[in-house]
């Protein structure tokens, strides 16, 4: 544990760049009109963002795009996590699904959405199934690291029990790959609030930040876009430290 | 030494136990290296009493812990034949325990879930399991730190909490592959002791893979002298003194004296590159 002095100069220090970039962008705006059009004002901003949590705008988009990726989230973990270890126990798995998914895992993520739009139209399906897809390449890559990379004297452990397979893979493999699978899952969360907003974005339909974005920047309204930016990039970061916390609490032997 | 020997004999100790009498004949194991076959073990014809403490002795590469693999049935691919009271050993069971020098307990899991998983595949009721594992804890005398993590154990905690899980199958035979080779020297003593007194308690057949030729005189009934290139048996001596015993007596000493000076006759280290490979 750090020092409580030590904790707040830490978190001082890391904000001093983000404050001396709001500071340049202030300077910005205050160059000329024109300017102030691309650079918006920080008041502006700070207005902007008090009206839109007033009207509730700011709240119905921002849950409708945390629900979308919440569901991507636990969903395409899930898939992952099960095709990853399948990968990792069966090497018959391995050999039938492995160069696929290597292959199909090459094509960016956005590629994919003019494809998913004809099948399965700009709705809620598809903005989930971008986010599934997103959470599921990082989700299989890592379970199928951990499990591969079980520490083999655990496994001898395994073996000297007689441990069927199963056992084996619950007791064992599936621990030690724990780990690998959290930094798989840190890793998916970025993809997943990426791919949220992304698809918001590209489809442009329903509620969501990425929608939001959208009708701001066809009705001129930057101060709203940067509401959205901001709002997109701090809940990123702290769902990015939630989960760290949650990982250093649940594998607090790992770090001892 | 025969002679010498021949006043500690004792008449050969009857020992009750549940079978472990382990018998192996004309064992060969040898590893494909590149593009040659290398023999690690050769030749070995070993028979082991019931009831019996054996210490394997022997310079780097004479094999010895492979010999415990094969036993314990982590490896099956061998000539020749490994006996555990008249049937063949292909695979591992819960008849056979056995300690790894590192503790290799499960860091995620407490010290009394560690000895329970070993009872994993027994149909036992779970009280049973339970008894049994606050049995084995109270053994290796680690009652009070059931619910520590490996993490929180010292070395000679942890390798004692590796003994109980090894033991609590109540398996017909222990083996040991260097236990307290990775401990400080004092908690090494300590935990001889400890082991003496667990088997002198259990009379269970142990083997065990030592390098400190001391620990093995002050343990075994029976030390097996290795030698390398190819992993052979040299030389089976026995060392018929009750136990428990005096560290310090003459006759452990001299047997001992004689043991290292056998040992490092010739450099221990391996003279060839080929036989440095560690297989």
Partial sequence: MMKPARRIFGLLTGLAVPLLCVGAWELASRQSAAHAWAFVPVNEVWRSFWALLNNGDLALNFLASLRSMLTGL?????????VGALMGVSRIANIL?????HMVRQVPLMGWMPLMGLWFGTGTFSK??????????????HTYEGIRNAEKHHLEVAQVFCFTRWQTFVQVSLLDALPSIFTGFLNALAFAWVATVGSELLFGTGAGLGSLMLIAQSASEMEVVIVCIVAIGVTGCLMNYGIGRIRKWLLGWRYM | MAARLALYVNEEETVEAAGGTLSIRGLCKSYALEDRQVSVLKDIQLDIKPGHFVCIVGPSGCGKSTLLRLIVGLDSDYAGEILL?????????LDRGIVFQDHRLFPWMRLDENIALALLNHDYPKAEKERRVAEYIRLVNLTGFEKARPHQL????????????ALVNEPRILLLDEPLGALDALTRVYLQKELQRIWMERRVTMIMVTHDVEEAVYLGDEIIVMDAHPGRIKRSIKIPLPHPRDRASSPLQDIREEILNELTATSPEPDHLEEAVRI
Avoid: C, E, K
């Avoid at chain 1, 636990?74 to 099960?82: C, E, P, V």
């Fill in chain 1, 74 to 82: 636990i969903l395409g973990s899930l898939l992952g996590i099960a």
């Fill in chain 1, 97 to 101: 699904i492995g160069p696929l998914y």
């Fill in chain 1, 128 to 141: 989930n199934l971008m986010v599934v897809v997103a959470v599921f390449y990082p989700m299989v890559l």
């Fill in chain 2, 85 to 93: 009271d008249g049937a063949r050993i292909t695979a591992p069971s």
């Fill in chain 2, 154 to 165: 010292s070395g000679g905690m942890a390798q004692r909490a590796a003994i109980a899980r």
